[in-house]
């Protein structure tokens, strides 16, 4: 038979683990509106992602240079406004997460990640990125929301295309 005790050990665990859900959506919607920075794009909903004062940076040597450091969600939408045009900047753009640690205490929490990000730009040029993430979450409004996101550059590099013609190549069927 459960105690009271027990019930709030319960109740603590499932706020923990609605905060670290919640979280998981804050990203993947922001990743997920990066992907399409166009003329379509709901930059109310991509500000809304964050808290009033946030920071958003570039760490270290190459995205510290590249991108600097942005304060308050204004300033934040108007960096990642930049990159709808009037032409996109990106042709494609795909990011995706990976090696997630989500530490939830109250209304704060610190998650990190590991982005892989794939572009081709207007001008035809491709890359592939990864970075290291380091983003602080607060319940602002209710909900939770980006405090500080912070990207550090881990390895770039340029590539040819993303969709080879070449067939697929799969198992012979006859057991070759």
């Given at each position: 038979?459960?105690?009271?005790?027990?019930?709030?050990?319960?109740?603590?665990?499932?706020?923990?683990?609605?905060?670290?859900?919640?979280?998981?959506?804050?990203?993947?919607?922001?990743?997920?509106?990066?992907?399409?920075?166009?003329?379509?794009?709901?930059?109310?909903?991509?500000?809304?992602?964050?808290?009033?004062?946030?920071?958003?940076?570039?760490?270290?040597a190459r995205y510290g240079a590249a991108f600097g450091g942005h304060?308050?969600?204004?300033?934040?939408?108007?960096?990642?406004?930049?990159?709808?045009?009037?032409?996109?900047?990106?042709?494609?753009?795909?990011?995706?997460?990976?090696?997630?640690?989500?530490?939830?205490?109250?209304?704060?929490?610190?998650?990190?990640?590991?982005?892989?990000?794939?572009?081709?730009?207007?001008?035809?040029?491709?890359?592939?990125?990864?970075?290291?993430?380091?983003?602080?979450?607060?319940?602002?409004?209710?909900?939770?929301?980006?405090?500080?996101?912070?990207?550090?550059?881990?390895?770039?590099?340029?590539?040819?295309?993303?969709?080879?013609?070449?067939?697929?190549?799969?198992?012979?069927?006859?057991?070759?």
């Amino acid at each position: 038979m459960s105690g009271a005790g027990d019930i709030g050990v319960l109740l603590a665990r499932l706020e923990r683990l609605e905060a670290e859900s919640a979280i998981r959506g804050v990203m993947a919607r922001y990743m997920e509106l990066c992907d399409r920075l166009d003329a379509t794009t709901p930059m109310d909903e991509l500000g809304a992602l964050f808290t009033r004062d946030a920071l958003w940076a570039g760490k270290g040597a190459r995205y510290g240079a590249a991108f600097g450091g942005h304060c308050g969600r204004d300033a934040i939408v108007a960096m990642l406004d930049r990159y709808r045009g009037p032409v996109p900047y990106f042709a494609m753009n795909a990011h995706f997460l990976t090696s997630e640690v989500i530490r939830v205490e109250g209304d704060a929490a610190e998650g990190s990640w590991v982005m892989l990000q794939t572009s081709t730009y207007a001008s035809g040029t491709s890359d592939l990125r990864a970075a290291r993430l380091h983003v602080r979450f607060a319940v602002e409004e209710g909900r939770w929301r980006i405090a500080r996101f912070e990207t550090e550059n881990l390895f770039s590099r340029p590539v040819d295309r993303w969709d080879d013609p070449a067939p697929v190549p799969v198992p012979d069927s006859h057991g070759d």
